[in-house]
T-cell receptor, first 108, second 114 residues
């Protein structure tokens, strides 16, 4: 079967760093995505990892370990506008499976 | 402007009354899909299409139909809606479904079935 887990909620202070973990189990794997979704809006693409290691994109970085079925999204220098839900998703052939999302609240 | 357009944005209907939610993209994308989003469950894929006339079931296809007669359009059809289909629906498209191609999502359709 397929399963994907991430924490439900996280809170952090403006300017801080937050790490959102994601673990997954799947019979086939073609990559892992992170999406951001602000309340009431559509998800938007943040990152994609298919090989092990860290991908850095400005204030956001994403890490993948395929052998451990593990990924994380690192948000640095948090800003108020980063308050959103962060969705982890893995690709298996042509199907994309999402986790339930992690709601990050940034406090001043 | 590159976009995925869904209509309607909001819909309240009664049990059993057939409805269609339209989805159109202007990016010449091959891959399109439909998701429903429910609290605590995240986005779940209903159906996807790899190209014109090629569709396949996602994780929760029961009670839904789709068609892909043209590349740009991918309507979602509920032949006989039931209250458990009350949800937020998203259509998405991507150049293909592989090699890290990002999905572009429509603005969502909030459906209530009473």
């Amino acid at each position: 079967g397929q399963n994907i887990d991430q924490p439900t909620e996280m809170t952090a202070t403006e300017g801080a760093i937050v790490q959102i973990n994601c673990t997954y189990q799947t019979s086939g794997f073609n990559g892992l995505f992170w999406y951001q979704q602000h309340a009431g809006e559509a998800p938007t693409f943040l990152s994609y990892n298919v090989l092990d290691g860290l991908e850095e994109k400005g204030r956001f970085s994403s890490f993948l370990s395929r052998s451990k079925g593990y990924s994380y999204l690192l948000l640095k220098e948090l800003q108020m506008k980063d308050s959103a839900s962060y969705l982890c998703a893995f690709l298996n052939d042509y199907k994309l499976s999402f986790g339930a999302g992690t709601t990050v609240t940034v406090r001043a | 402007e590159a976009q995925v357009t869904q209509n309607p944005r909001y819909l309240i209907t009664v049990t059993g009354k057939k409805l269609t939610v339209t989805c159109s993209q202007n990016m010449n994308h091959e891959y399109m899909s439909w998701y429903r989003q429910d609290p605590g469950l995240g986005l779940r894929q209903i159906y996807y299409s790899m190209n014109v006339e090629v569709t396949d079931k996602g994780d929760v296809p029961e009670g839904y139909k789709v068609s892909r007669k043209e590349k740009r359009n991918f309507p979602l059809i509920l032949e006989s809606p039931s209250p458990n289909q009350t949800s937020l629906y998203f259509c998405a498209s991507s150049l293909s479904q592989g090699a890290g191609t990002e999905a572009f999502f429509g603005q969502g359709t909030r459906l209530t079935v009473v």
